[in-house]
């Protein structure tokens, strides 16, 4: 079964940036989508950004787009998520996830394995 632990959140000022990473247990880690969501305290869970299993595509929620970048390391085992020029409104939950496909998905429900979350706090 594939473990996910993301890692990287914590309290920054708007502009700033940060780097989440997502370490992965599993022998099958690179031939998985991965994606990341993100969950603000009263709202739903959102997607953030996905990548194929061998990164040659990308794909960005239009309130990240231009801001944040993913990217993965399969000999490591690890996604990354760079968020650049951080705003108030990205303060989240942020959570790592993998679907047994190539491609990511949008759903939710579409995902097999989740992180705990890393909380991102963005400061004004």
């Known amino acids: 079964q594939v473990q996910l632990v993301e890692s990287g959140g914590g309290l920054v000022q708007a502009g700033d940036s940060v780097r989440l990473s997502c370490l992965a247990s599993?022998?099958?880690?690179?031939?998985?989508?991965m994606a990341w969501f993100r969950q603000a305290p009263g709202k739903e869970r959102e997607f953030v950004s996905g990548?194929?299993?061998?990164?040659?595509?990308?794909y960005y929620a239009d309130s990240v787009k231009g801001r944040f970048a993913i990217s993965r390391d399969n000999a490591k085992n690890t996604v990354y998520l760079q968020m650049n020029s951080l705003k108030p409104e990205d303060t989240a939950v942020y959570y790592c996830?993998?679907?047994?496909?190539?491609?990511?998905?949008?759903?939710?429900?579409?995902?097999?394995?989740w992180g705990q979350g890393t909380q991102v706090t963005v400061s004004s």
């Open positions: 990548i194929t299993w061998n990164g040659d595509s990308t």
């Open positions: 996830a993998t679907r047994r496909w190539r491609s990511w998905s949008l759903q939710i429900g579409d995902y097999d394995t």
């Open positions: 599993g022998r099958t880690f690179s031939r998985y989508a």
